[in-house]
């Protein structure tokens, strides 16, 4: 079995800088979304940033995230250096966003 270092559901502070025009910035959590086993081989794995500020969306799960309501951004996923997760800070159950992630790509 392949034991991934960074797994799906984990939240990291992730620097999402430089950007382009309206794409989420700065260094701010992000869910790591990528399956493990592609976790484990790729040197990227896939993200949705987190905010605390975001509009109400329907592509947008809310969550609590160290005592303030959250939301990840599953309109803003991004494919990331793994040199750009810096330190974890927690984790976050699949069902509060794959289900939703699902219904957006099918």
């Known amino acids: 079995m392949v034991t ?7 939240i990291y502070w992730v620097n999402l800088d430089p950007t382009v025009g309206s794409e989420i910035q700065k260094i701010r959590p992000a869910l790591i979304i990528s399956p493990d086993d592609l976790n484990a081989v790729l040197p990227r794995v896939i993200v949705a940033p987190i ?18 309501p959250a939301h990840v951004l599953l309109d803003q996923l991004r494919s990331v ?3 750009r997760l810096l330190q974890k800070m927690g984790e976050l159950e699949l069902t509060v966003w794959h289900p939703l992630l699902l219904e957006m790509l099918a």
Do not use: N, V, Y
């Open 4 to 10: 991934a270092r960074f797994k799906r559901g984990e």
């Open 81 to 83: 250096d793994k040199s």
């Open 51 to 68: 905010t605390s500020k975001a509009q109400a969306l329907p592509c947008r799960s809310e969550f609590i995230l160290q005592g303030k």
